[in-house]
């Protein structure tokens, strides 16, 4: 599961994030394998910037569940910082928390600068700043002047998060697993995949290529259900595409019915990788999505308004899986 911790019309940040902790209660009481949180910033409808906070909230309020960043947008940050927090988290939660590392911005141009001063970041700059978090959470060396305290020693997961090919090459290249943002992405998802397993170089973290693929889901008990509560969805997406982002809003009838031509053509090129439906048509648009990428796991995002159809949604979306 992928949270953005949407803030919900007529809602609070302080209600997204109890719904965030009640959703990975659910998720890690369905079975999920982890939960992981994005980082965003001067976004009015997310409530997850502070990420490695949320992740120590969510890892704190749960049992199992493996609790990460998806991601964190490690341009934003000083690796020491990032580790130090990371292996804190990992400390208070040992062998529960993953770091996804990704490299956009996860903001607008203002609020980038706002973020990094004056810090101009080059191309090189992303690889070698893995390169270092590696090294400060692997083992202590004897003589280094930087260690990080918590972090050294800690060995947190590292996975590279891309929407294009640039995050594949180097996941490959550096033998470290690879999330490919299809939820919001997905038009560089086969070629994205296809370089990362092809041109994968094994390390001492990964024999093998490793993928997740995020999907888009709301499950219903029928179709017509599924696409009414999914109209949420597609008003961020409109959002997102125009520039006008806003709070989660409450779905609204017959809603791509109303919209222009290409307004519903981006929409659905947004959520290609999306699956919408009852039960029969999720599990045969998961089983259709696991045979096109031969993924390794799902990461599902699902934003459903209502907090309890939301839950419902996943009931169904793991039901239909199972």
Do not use: C, K
Not at 61 to 78: C, D, E, F, K, Q
Not at 238 to 265: F, V
Not at 294 to 321: G, H, K, Y
């Amino acid at each position: 599961m992928l949270d953005l911790v949407a803030v919900r019309e007529g809602g609070s940040v302080a209600d997204a994030l109890a719904t965030a902790l009640a959703t990975a209660r659910h998720a890690e009481a369905l079975g999920f394998t982890r939960y992981w949180l994005a980082e965003h910033h001067n976004m009015p409808g997310i409530a997850s910037s502070a990420t490695a906070v949320l992740v120590g909230h969510i890892a704190g309020g749960t049992s199992t569940i493996r609790v990460g960043s998806g991601g964190i947008m490690l341009p934003n940050h000083a690796p020491l910082v990032v580790a130090e927090a990371f292996g804190t988290l990992a400390e208070l939660y040992p062998g529960r928390i993953d770091l996804g590392l990704g490299r956009a911005p996860g903001t607008d141009g203002p609020t980038m600068r706002a973020l990094r001063r004056d810090r101009a970041e080059t191309e090189e700059d992303f690889p070698r700043d893995v390169a270092e978090l590696q090294r400060l959470l692997g083992p202590a060396q004897p003589g280094a002047r930087i260690v990080a305290v918590p972090g050294a020693g800690t060995n947190v997961p590292i996975w590279l998060l891309g929407s294009s090919l640039f995050s594949a090459q180097l996941a490959a290249h550096m033998g470290l697993p690879y999330a490919f943002a299809s939820h919001f992405a997905p038009r560089m998802l086969h070629q994205a995949l296809d370089i990362y397993r092809r041109l994968f170089q094994p390390s001492a973290r990964l024999a093998r290529p490793y993928a997740i693929v995020g999907v888009p889901v709301v499950a219903a008990p029928t179709d017509e259900e599924a696409q009414f509560l999914a109209s949420s969805t597609y008003q961020r997406v409109l959002g997102i595409l125009t520039g006008q982002r806003g709070l989660l809003r409450p779905p609204a009838a017959d809603y791509m019915a109303q919209l222009q031509p290409h307004e519903r053509a981006a929409i659905t090129d947004f959520l290609a990788a999306g699956v919408v439906g009852g039960p029969a048509t999720v599990r045969a648009g998961l089983q259709a999505l696991a045979d096109a990428t031969q993924a390794d796991e799902f990461m599902l995002v699902s934003d459903v308004f209502d907090p309890q159809l939301r839950l419902r949604s996943l009931d169904i979306t793991a039901q239909a899986w199972a």
